[in-house]
């Protein structure tokens, strides 16, 4: 394996964990809201609220972490993305600058402040949208070249049906993977209404998630045919996906072994993740930018690599000790403690 | 928007959202060893107050933290939206500490979140102390290596330009450049100082608005003690900072001093404003600027004149300079006076005029954190990296910078004001009194309740 797959297959990993805690994150903001706004909240808040306590600002480093590593092993991608991106991530720097702190206003400050409660639920809805752009860019044809600088095109994005199918499969994904981990979630904390509530949710978002995800395979033929050659490649991985999304609204369906059903969940994005991402192979953003061309320099690289091991010593036993006393410890879930 | 006033928004969203992250950031790196120090002075004299101590200031802290977090991200991207060229160019050098930077805030991330949900769950508070250790640490560590990336872009080092190609990269010596040891040591210590005058600030407001509980007193004396030491320390540091640039950055020092004609036995200007080349009003101190630049009043320091006119920093960061180590000089008397007061038993120091004069500590030092952080930064105009990369260079080519700013100008008002309105709210609605009260409740039906079980 080479430093270059290596680097990007630690980043996107990495993408991946931010992928999967974002979304169970920005999901129970929403479900939170939404429970307020139709008077459930007593069934749902207190499930929620005790899940996303510990970790709210876990959260964030993960993203932190994909953006600076990226600068790391890439920087060419801090001239490609770096110029064109400034408008859409700027938004979703400024909805996940509001949702953190409302939270934490939230959380710590004014209990019950039902404002808060609103702005962080719907920021956390809009946020994955503005997010999801930086996929469809990395798709090409948004970029043109203007004098050795990168501009994106807005009206070609905003007019391409691929960039509107990204958007409502990051929305649907995020609240179908929220609503199946709360619904293990809250069965540990032997809460029976709140698990039939979010079952609920959970059996209502599968439908979105894999009709868009299947769509975007589709529209992918007209935009980017030679993407779209190399996702037939590794058809067995999309197809192992969808076996394994079966198996989970199975398993929601007849009420039972939730925790199963969200590793199977997790497997089914693992794979569709990871197959999108091979098949994007070589290309950081096509046509412009490959793996190779934007590579760091062999001495950075060590370097990077080293301080990578060493960091992971430290962080693996330490998010083990965080998930061992919050998430897998009974008498804190069910609220003793 | 053409690309001059690309880089005109550029310089002022980045100066814009830094002048606001580091207020919050300044207090993510002091107040948990503050926090940490409370605890283990509680557990080592056996006194509950200073535990609660820990645990008020753990709660404020929280909020604080989070807007710390999500400003952190704001630049963290901005810049290399902002300034893409540049991260092209330096994420080959010095991405290695940027990435360092993250493993230590992700530390403290885990364990900030473990130690508020666990003060319930052990009784022995030795635990609660070790959960502290690595959120102190992981909060100073960040510092550290952040410090080390605006090190190295005034002193850039660690890779050969050749025919615009870097060539020979080392990160470890990008990391140990000669500007890191006095920048990192100076922030760290300032962000200590600030942070301990900040909650001394507090104690006093609480003394001198009725209430007139030991718990205030035990923190004031505390606090003040630390902040005492610290300013100590930044004073030293910042002399150290002195003879860096003198070695190594002339034309940012001679800029501060107004320093004009290079010359032996040099004063040092205080205060004065500038009229073409003339010093009016300043009080001059004979050799002072020879002793700060090389430790001897007779060595020469080089002067304005010596350097091109297009590589001059703006000269009114000399005001910039005055405010910081005025601030700094005062903290260190009031500090030092309340300290020797307590010892000597002066009366004045319990005073309604010397509380004021220490809740007005607070907000001071934030001001010197601020003065420090422009006087260092437009000090290195027009560079973005010293002798290498000018900052027209750097900035992005998008024409939508101008909408940002205002976008984020309104974020950081919501922000700010959010924050200050849930701090006051937090405590005016908990007062000490009331916790201490109820902590006492709870341990007597705690006994009973043990009773009833034998």
Redesign the interface.
């Given at each position: 394996m080479t430093l270059e797959i290596l680097g990007i297959s630690v980043l996107w990993t990495f993408l991946f964990g931010y992928l999967i805690i974002a979304s169970i994150d920005f999901g129970a903001g929403f479900f939170n809201a939404y429970s307020l706004l139709t008077g459930k909240e007593r069934i749902l808040t207190n499930v929620i609220q005790r899940y996303l306590s510990p970790v709210w600002e876990v959260t964030n480093v993960f993203l932190v972490f994909f953006f600076v590593g990226m600068i790391g092993f890439f920087p060419s991608t801090a001239f490609y993305y770096g110029t064109t991106l400034l408008v859409p991530v700027s938004f979703a720097i400024i909805l996940l600058a509001i949702r953190g702190s409302y939270y934490a206003f939230e959380t710590y400050g004014a209990r019950g402040h039902k404002g808060y409660s609103f702005v962080y639920g719907a920021a956390g809805l809009i946020l994955p949208a503005s997010l999801s752009i930086v996929l469809t860019i990395s798709e090409g044809g948004f970029i043109d070249m203007i004098d050795g600088n990168p501009v994106l095109d807005y009206k070609a994005l905003f007019l391409s049906p691929l960039t509107w199918s990204i958007v409502v499969l990051s929305v649907a994904a995020l609240l179908y993977i929220s609503a199946v981990f709360l619904t293990w979630y809250a069965n540990k904390a032997k809460d029976p209404d709140a698990t039939e509530l979010l079952r609920k949710y959970a059996l209502i978002w599968s439908l979105p998630t894999i009709i868009t995800a299947g769509g975007i395979i589709w529209e992918l033929r007209a935009h980017n045919p030679e993407h779209y050659d190399r996702l037939l490649d590794f058809w067995w991985m999309f197809a192992l996906s969808g076996l394994l999304f079966l198996g989970t609204v199975w398993l929601l369906w007849k009420r039972r072994n939730y925790g199963l059903a969200f590793w199977l969940l997790f497997g089914q994005f693992a794979l569709a993740f990871y197959g999108y991402g091979i098949s994007h192979y070589p290309y950081l953003l096509y046509p412009h930018l490959t793996l190779y061309d934007g590579f760091t320099n062999q001495a950075m690289a060590t370097a990077l690599v080293v301080a990578f091991i060493l960091g992971l010593l430290l962080l693996v036993p330490s998010l083990y000790l965080l998930l061992r006393m919050f998430l897998f410890d009974k008498d804190y879930v069910k609220g003793r403690k | 928007m053409g690309n001059e006033e690309s880089v005109f928004f550029s310089r002022v969203l980045t100066e814009l959202t830094l002048s606001f992250h580091i207020i919050y950031a300044t207090i993510g790196v002091g107040v948990p060893l503050m926090i940490m120090i409370a605890q283990w002075v509680g557990i080592r004299k056996n006194d509950e107050h200073y535990i609660l101590l820990a645990r008020r200031w753990a709660?404020g802290f929280?909020?604080t933290?989070?807007?710390g977090?999500?400003?952190?991200?704001?630049i963290?991207?901005?810049l290399?939206?902002?300034?893409?060229?540049f991260?092209?160019?330096?994420?080959?050098?010095i991405?290695?500490p940027?990435?360092?930077?993250?493993?230590a805030?992700?530390?403290e991330?885990?364990?900030?979140?473990?130690y508020?949900?666990?003060w319930?769950?052990f009784d022995n508070q030795k635990k609660h102390l070790l959960l502290l250790v690595?959120v102190a640490l992981g909060a100073s560590f960040s510092a550290v290596f952040i410090t080390i990336v605006n090190a190295f872009m005034n002193a850039p080092q660690g890779f050969d330009l050749v025919d615009g190609e870097?060539v020979n990269?080392?990160?470890?010596v990008a990391m140990f450049n000669p500007a890191m040891p006095t920048k990192v040591a100076h922030v760290v210590i300032t962000a200590y100082m600030t942070s301990a005058f900040i909650l001394a600030a507090i104690a006093a407001f609480r003394l001198l608005k009725g209430s007139d509980h030991v718990y205030h007193k035990k923190a004031l004396f505390l606090t003040m003690k630390l902040g005492l030491i610290f300013s100590i320390g930044a004073a030293v540091i910042g002399d150290f900072s002195g003879k860096y640039l003198a070695e190594y950055q002339p034309e940012k020092l001679a800029a501060a001093e107004w320093h004009f004609e290079t010359e032996g036995e040099a004063p040092l200007m205080l205060y004065g404003i500038l009229d073409g080349q003339e010093v009016k009003y300043a009080i001059t101190i004979p050799y002072a600027l020879s002793i700060l630049a090389h430790s001897d009043p007779t060595a020469e320091v080089i002067g304005l004149n010596d350097f091109p006119e297009d590589e001059i920093p703006p000269l009114y960061i000399h005001y910039l300079f005055d405010t910081m180590v005025t601030i700094g000089v005062l903290m260190i008397m009031v500090s030092g006076l309340y300290w020797l007061g307590r010892h000597m038993r002066w009366r004045f120091i319990h005073s309604r005029w010397y509380r004021w004069l220490i809740v007005a500590g607070g907000p001071l030092t934030v001001i010197a954190i601020e003065a420090g952080w422009w006087y260092a930064e437009v000090g290195r105009q027009p560079w973005i990296l010293r002798d290498i990369m000018k900052v027209p260079e750097a900035a992005?080519?998008?024409g939508?910078?101008d909408?940002?700013l205002y976008?984020?100008a309104t974020?950081y008002l919501?922000?700010g004001v959010?924050?200050v309105v849930?701090?006051r709210?937090?405590f005016r609605n908990n007062p000490v009194e009331r916790e201490i009260a109820d902590r006492e409740a709870e341990v007597r039906e705690g006994t009973r309740k043990g009773g009833d079980h034998r």
């Open positions: - | 709660r929280v909020i933290v989070a807007v977090v999500v400003t952190g991200t704001a963290g991207m901005q290399s939206l902002l300034w893409p060229n991260m092209e160019l330096a994420g080959q050098v991405a290695l940027l990435f360092m930077e993250t493993f805030f992700f530390f991330a885990i364990f900030l979140g473990i508020l949900y666990t319930d769950r690595p870097l990269i080392q990160p470890l992005t080519t998008s939508h910078v909408t940002m976008l984020f974020l919501i922000l959010g924050s849930v701090l709210r937090m």
